[in-house]
DNA sequence: CCAAACAAACATACTTGCGTGTTCGTAATA
DNA sequence: TATTACGAACACGCAAGTATGTTTGTTTGG
């Protein structure tokens, strides 16, 4: 640790970014959105109120910050996880991955923040295009390996997001981890059974009604 | 409309709370959890803020009746959605069937309001049995129709649940109600295939790993 | 049946705590 | 020494809670 008596600036400005995203996160994903002050996040960083705002202009900018960062976090361990190329081949490899990533604190955190998006003009305008941009690299990401038209996969990529993002609200209220995560195998089990193939094109019918 | 000039007690009671609820799942539901203030809340009510305090001690205290008002709410109208008994009989059918009552207002104000219970630890207790029961009537409601074991009836309702209210959000976020659907139907299609009979034994092997 | 006494429902105004943004002062780096 | 990073203290607004007054409904003694 002991982090140099002498940093350079670039240096100075990336650690403590760094220490309040981390701090951010933690607190939001602790105490939900509203929870999550500036003092309380400072104080955690290990910085003083006056240095997060020399950072971040609002609490707004602070959070939507935040969606940029853990975004670029889960892109990584998205590639880690895939790396060997063991995992992902089959749609129904994809729940237990989205989990892995989305389950964690920073995924909870990230979830509070669209929702506080709601209340928050400000906020909502930063956060849209990050959050448009990820679904959008989702689709591309499953178009690039499973066959399927637009819709099918967009309602694909949604589908088991969402139901995920919905099982880690769950998963916090109820302290139950170990239960939850049943329901993830469940998930995988009746995408294994409707595409055994492991293609997407297997998915088609989802137009009726 | 026209209330009559003069009104029993227990009908000034019943019509100012019923209008509180009402004005605060609005209010929720458009605003968030943080944007509903007791203020706001009142006002759209018709009433002062001082009504709404006579009646509830505290925010917590509206909020926690509000999820208790809204199950309510819920239970009847899935009573209705399943009284011709042409629907519910295969599990295929609920996905449909929860995201008629879960993705209306009320459900979606409900789901703040879990949420919200991170930061407020009153609400948090008030709100959690209510929590609990309405999760076990959906697991006893599921026993009586299908078969499975506990922990599969279980993972089957909670996934069914989670991924309408995760779509529920997403469908919030993203303004487009019809797209949202869409995997709606394809989680009815999951269930078709995997439970073709429509009975929750096919479900069973959740187990592993 | 009436009127006074009571109780419950509702309204208004105030108080207080808290969280954000801002200002100004200090230290570190270039 | 100039600029950037950071810290301490302040000011402002807002929203929940509270205290007190007013209206409406209910009950009871005559």
Partial sequence: MATRLRRT???????TRAALMEAAVSAVHRLGYGGATTALIADEAGVSRGA?????????ELMATVVQWVYEKELE????????????????????????VLS??????VLEILQATRS?????????????????????????????????????????????????IEQMLVSDPTGVKASVDLLRLLLERAAPT??????QPVHRS
């Fill in 120 to 168: 928050d003009r400000e906020l909502a305008e930063r956060v849209k295009p990050v959050q448009m941009a990820i679904e959008q690299a989702g689709i591309e990401t499953m178009q690039a390996r499973f066959g399927g038209d637009d819709d099918t996969r967009r309602a694909t990529v949604r589908l088991i997001i969402w139901a995920i993002r919905g099982l880690t």
């Fill in 9 to 15: 600036q670039e240096e100075r400005t990336n650690e």
């Fill in 52 to 60: 997060l705002t020399h950072h971040f202009g609002s609490r707004a």
């Fill in 198 to 203: 492991g293609s997407m094109d297997d998915l």
């Fill in 77 to 100: 361990l998205y590639r880690d996880l895939l790396a060997d190329g063991s995992r992902g081949q089959r749609v129904s490899d994809w729940p237990d991955i989205v989990w892995e």
């Fill in 104 to 109: 964690k604190p920073s995924g909870l955190a």
